[in-house]
């Protein structure tokens, strides 16, 4: 067997990193465009978001319904409380979804 010389080693790993260094740079892309690309992603998306926020407003708001009205059936002292949390969590969610939608402009 051969043995292969120290120059002939750095030259390889010279040559190896040179041609790494050509790919990466030959791959790089423009930033501002990456990040104008996200920005209207996400405002796409966006709506979409506020109208499941609504619909999981709605469906806590049922299930909110429902369990306030076994509670005040079987005559539960705290059905005040009860009934403030699950309406105070569903305007949470509506108010959160208009406050993101007017604040950032979408």
């Known amino acids: 067997m051969k043995k292969v010389s120290d120059k002939r ?3 390889c790993a010279a040559a190896s990193i040179l041609l790494l260094l050509i790919s990466v740079a030959s791959l790089a892309q423009d930033g501002n465009a990456g990040i104008n690309e996200a920005n209207s992603k996400v405002r ?3 709506a979409a978001g506020v109208n499941l926020m609504y619909a999981v407003g709605a469906i806590v708001g049922l299930i ?3 369990k306030v009205y076994q509670k005040w059936n079987s005559g539960d002292h705290d059905t005040g409380k009860v009934a403030a949390a699950w ?3 569903c305007v949470f969610l509506v108010i959160v979804a208009t ?3 007017s604040f950032f402009g979408v």
């Open 9 to 11: 080693k750095w030259m």
């Open 44 to 46: 796409s998306y966006f």
């Open 64 to 66: 909110g319904a429902v």
């Open 87 to 89: 309406f105070g969590s």
């Open 99 to 101: 406050v993101i939608r």
